[in-house]
């Protein structure tokens, strides 16, 4: 249903999208790709069943880009959002999303993850994104 709101002028999707991004438009693959960097105890929640295991699966997020969703941080730097929480959850990735639409992805000014400063235990096991907008 996300998909049809990609031409609405001015629109913000948000969101933990479970995958990261195929940044597949004028061929840039997204530098953190999930492709092989998966650790094997995670590999049950974040890749296709199968022998073997399949790439991750990234459908959803593939109709959102080809509908016209645009990420908030392709002109910044992309950081991760998960990765931090202690025991078998440490695996840096980043599947926590700003989206907005294309007429709006000129006015990302900004995107940053928020991190608690140094000895403040983090109170989720993701960090929070912001994208700041000229709007």
Do not use: C
């Not at 953190?32 to 960097?37: A, I, M, P, T, V």
């Not at 941080?73 to 599947?95: C, F, I, K, M, N």
């Amino acid at each position: 249903m996300a998909t049809e709101y990609a031409g609405a002028p001015r629109r913000l999707l948000t969101g933990d999208l479970n995958s990261d991004l195929p940044e597949k438009w004028g061929g840039i693959a997204d530098p953190l790709s999930w492709d092989g960097l998966i650790p094997p105890n995670l590999r049950s929640r974040h890749l296709r069943p199968g022998p073997g295991h399949q790439p991750s699966d990234r459908d959803a997020t593939a109709l959102l880009i080809e509908a016209g969703w645009r990420s908030a941080h392709l002109d910044h730097v992309r950081q991760a959002t998960v990765g931090h929480w202690h025991g078998s959850e440490s695996w840096e990735h980043a599947p926590d999303h700003i989206l907005v639409s294309s007429d709006l992805a000129a006015d990302v000014l900004r995107h940053e993850t928020l991190r608690p400063p140094p000895g403040v235990e983090p109170f989720s096991d993701h960090h929070a994104i912001v994208a700041t907008l000229a709007i």
